[in-house]
């Protein structure tokens, strides 16, 4: 057994899983209950018949239907909502770019659990009230703000909302306030070296990071190894979404063998997505998530379209609450080109394994002459020469080759300059689809 000072709360985090699954059936049965006030779901579990009595086990709640991002949408924007509206604090809404937003609606006690959730990851990777954390991601309507803001208060660290973009500025920040710790989406990590490195800043001896949280997009496992050596700190996955919350939902601890999700908010279950049934451990298939912790809206087996595995159960850090593989991307950022499926993070796994090539990248998919391509523009690092033919033509063969070996097709690839690619303020665009509309 670990140091209990390692827990923020032990007498959740170190549950066994006889003592998770029992947790877990009661909060669920409460859950149905309290759901019956919203006219969603009395609808539903009246149609179906179910009742709370008729979870006996944490897999009954296969019993249960299934809630899709499309009904959040069609009950825009309180539909769901399981509490009168005067109960409710704060909400929080998607873009909404493709339809209707979404919108989750926050108790009190949903704010404070939420923050105790945030809290509590931070602290598993060595966090402590003598920390500074800087939250270098958008505020407003994105969770990542206000999420990690009350969260590392609730732990009780310096806490700088520095909000997304201004690098210079985040880099003052960093060297007056003493940062230690910073959370940030992965993709803006290579700017904030880039400018360091402009400004003549070596993080290891002008700062005292050590920690970074980083989620909300897909990354590879180089990516976050890349990030680990730029800046000498240990980068943590963080993952989250707005329907659950938003961040806290679950994080890596410091053996970064997987993210933990909090079996004392959520009931985890991987279904295959065509037939939702639920797949054998180590398989990939669509994370479903129940809230089991919620006041103002629950939801009930949310699909979130994120593919991922169970990797276990165990943990030597002590918490048994299950872990997960790092997020292949959601099925909706499936690419199918000439009938193979690909995935951004495929490609960027590839890239990240040779030492000329920053991070940024951008896939376009183009219809030529009736045949759908695939470009791959990717930036190198400082001080690479792109005008070395001799050097940048068996590079960029070696590339295409090793793409192609993952992949089963063979991109374009083109090697632009450092900062050459559009950068956006939020999660990082890496895939532009041009090609024509009925193929
Ligand atoms: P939006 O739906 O507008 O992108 P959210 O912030 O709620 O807004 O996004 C949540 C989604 O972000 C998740 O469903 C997942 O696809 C992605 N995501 C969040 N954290 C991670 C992570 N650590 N790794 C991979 N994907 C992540
Ligand atoms: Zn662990």
Redesign the pocket.
């Known amino acids: 057994m670990l140091d209990q000072s390692e827990y923020l709360h032990p007498d959740k985090e170190c549950l066994s899983r006889e003592q998770i699954e029992a947790l877990q059936v009661e909060r669920l049965q409460a859950t149905i209950r309290h759901c019956m006030n919203s006219p969603f779901y009395k609808k539903k579990f009246e149609e179906m018949g179910i009742k709370p009595e008729d979870i006996k086990t944490t897999a009954d709640v296969r019993k249960l239907p299934f809630t899709t991002k499309q009904d959040l949408r069609d009950n825009y924007p309180f539909g769901l909502a399981s509490v009168p509206l005067e109960k409710c604090v704060r909400l929080h809404s998607?873009?909404g770019t493709t339809g209707n937003p979404t919108v989750i609606l926050h108790s009190q006690k949903d704010l404070d659990e939420w923050a105790n959730a945030v809290a509590r990851c931070l602290w598993m990777v060595g966090l402590r009230p003598s920390d500074v954390f800087q939250n270098s991601s958008g505020y407003g309507m994105?969770?990542?703000g206000l999420g990690f803001q009350y969260g590392a208060e609730r732990l009780g660290m310096l806490t700088v909302p520095a909000a997304a973009g201004n690098t210079l500025r985040q880099i003052k920040f960093i060297t007056d306030f003493g940062t230690t710790a910073i959370h940030a989406v992965p993709s803006y990590v290579t700017r904030l070296k880039e400018v360091m490195d402009q400004q003549g800043i070596d993080p290891r001896k002008d700062t005292k990071l050590k920690i970074l949280a980083?989620?909300?997009?897909?990354?590879s496992e180089e990516q976050r190894k890349r990030i680990e050596n730029m800046l000498g700190v240990k980068a943590y996955?963080?993952?989250?979404?707005?329907?659950m919350c938003?961040p806290g939902v679950a994080f890596e601890c410091k053996e970064q063998n997987g993210?933990h999700f909090w079996e004392d908010y959520y009931i985890v279950e991987i279904v295959d997505p065509e037939t939702l049934e639920p797949v054998p451990d180590g398989e990939i298939g669509e994370l479903v998530l129940t809230t089991i912790n919620r006041e103002a809206m629950p939801l009930i087996r949310y699909r979130?379209?994120?593919l991922t595995r169970v990797l276990g159960r165990t943990c030597a850090c002590g918490r048994n609450h299950i872990r997960l593989d790092?997020?292949k991307?959601?099925s909706d950022d499936m690419m199918v080109l000439r009938g193979v499926n690909i995935f951004p993070i495929q490609i960027e796994k590839i890239l990240m394994q040779f030492n000329e090539l920053s991070t940024d990248y951008l896939i376009t998919l183009t219809t030529d002459n009736d045949n759908d391509n695939m470009t791959v523009e990717v930036e190198v690092v400082a001080g690479f020469d792109l005008t070395d033919v001799a050097r940048v033509q068996p590079l960029t063969k070696e590339i295409t080759r090793r793409l192609k070996d993952e992949i089963l097709l063979t991109p374009r690839v083109k090697l632009v300059p450092l900062g050459a690619l559009p950068k956006s303020e939020g999660?990082a665009v890496r895939v532009k689809d041009f090609r024509k509309v009925y193929q």
């Open positions: 998607s873009s994105f969770t990542g980083i989620g909300a997009e897909p990354h996955n963080s993952f989250g979404m707005s329907e938003g993210l979130t379209r994120d790092r997020m991307g959601r999660k």
